[in-house]
C-alpha cells in the first residue's frame, strides 16, 4: 500500500482546505483511513479517522469543524473548515491493514497547512 496526500497550503484562520489521500497497491486489503497532524515541536497527533464500515471519530480539537471521508477504497480526505492558528501543522494520512490478527500501518509523506493572516 503506497498514499499520497495532497491539498496543503496556505490559508487565513476561519478558511477552508480540503486535503486527499491517495491510495495504491494493495487498496481493498486497507480497513481503516486516518489523519494524524504534527505541528512544530509538538508529538504527532491523530486528527479523525474512519473505518471500512464508514464508522468516524474525531479529536475533540477538531470535532464539528473537521470531517473525514472516504469516497471508496482509494480516495480519502479531510475537509477542514473553521481553521485555526492552532491547527497549523504537517498533516500526514495513515491507512491500516489486518492480516491475520496483525495490523499493519502505511503513512503518506505529509502535506503542510498553514493558518495565518
Known amino acids: 500500500v503506497q498514499l499520497q496526500a495532497s491539498g496543503g497550503g496556505l490559508v487565513q484562520p476561519g478558511g477552508s482546505l480540503r486535503l486527499s489521500c491517495a491510495a495504491s497497491?494493495?487498496?481493498?486489503?486497507?480497513?481503516?483511513m486516518a489523519w494524524y497532524r504534527q505541528a512544530p515541536g509538538k508529538q504527532r497527533e491523530l486528527v479523525a479517522g474512519?473505518?471500512?464500515?464508514?464508522?468516524t471519530h474525531y479529536a475533540e480539537s477538531v470535532k464539528g469543524r473537521f470531517t473525514i471521508s472516504r469516497e471508496n477504497a482509494k480516495n480519502t480526505y479531510l475537509q477542514m473548515s473553521s481553521l485555526k492558528p492552532e491547527d497549523t501543522a504537517i498533516y500526514y494520512c495513515?491507512?491500516?491493514?489486518?492480516?491475520?490478527?496483525?495490523?499493519?500501518?502505511?503513512w503518506g509523506q505529509g502535506t503542510l497547512v498553514t493558518v495565518s493572516s
Open positions: 497497491g494493495s487498496i481493498f486489503s486497507i480497513n481503516a
Open positions: 495513515k491507512g491500516t491493514t489486518v492480516v491475520l490478527n496483525s495490523a499493519y500501518d502505511y
Open positions: 474512519v473505518t471500512s464500515g464508514g464508522i
